[in-house]
Structures are given as C-alpha cells and as structure tokens.
C-alpha cells in the first residue's frame, strides 16, 4: 500500500505554506508519488517562515 504524503511525510511549515496558495497546493497534488517526495525534500533547507513561502510560491509558476 502506498503511504499518503498528507499523513506525517509533509514538513508542517510545507504543509502550512501550501494552504496559503491554493495554485501550489493543486499543482503539489497533481504530482506523482516520487515528485511530491523530490519537491518535499528541496524544503529540508528553509529555515525562515518567508523562504518556505517563496519556494511554495514559486512551484506552480516554475513548474518543478
């Protein structure tokens, strides 16, 4: 069975940034599995609440 990505695998400032851009958030579900994961893992990095906006900003309009 394939772990749902909601359920404990999304970084809680992930999670809260993608509320705030409804884009983002459908642009983030309609990815596959293993992009959802690359995406996820490009946020361990962020440390300030304002660049994990930017980066969540970002994701629908560069397509990663």
Same mark, same amino acid.
């Not at 069975?1 to 359920?7: A, D, V």
């Not at 958030?25 to 293993?34: A, G, I, K, V």
């Not at 994961?37 to 629908?60: H, L, N, P, W, Y």
């Given at each position: 069975?394939?772990?749902?990505?909601?359920?404990?695998?999304?970084?809680? +400032? @992930?999670?809260?940034?993608?509320?705030?851009?409804?884009?983002?958030?459908?642009? @983030?579900?309609?990815?596959?599995?293993?992009?959802? /994961?690359?995406?996820?893992? /490009?946020? /361990? +990095?962020?440390?300030?609440?304002?660049?994990?906006?930017? @980066?969540?900003?970002?994701?629908?309009?560069?397509?990663?």
């Amino acid at each position: 069975m394939e772990k749902n990505l909601t359920n404990g695998e999304v970084p809680i +400032g @992930f999670a809260m940034a993608l509320a705030q851009n409804m884009n983002s958030m459908q642009y @983030f579900s309609s990815l596959s599995p293993d992009k959802q /994961r690359s995406v996820i893992g /490009r946020t /361990r +990095g962020i440390k300030s609440k304002a660049e994990m906006q930017a @980066f969540v900003d970002s994701i629908s309009s560069i397509g990663i």
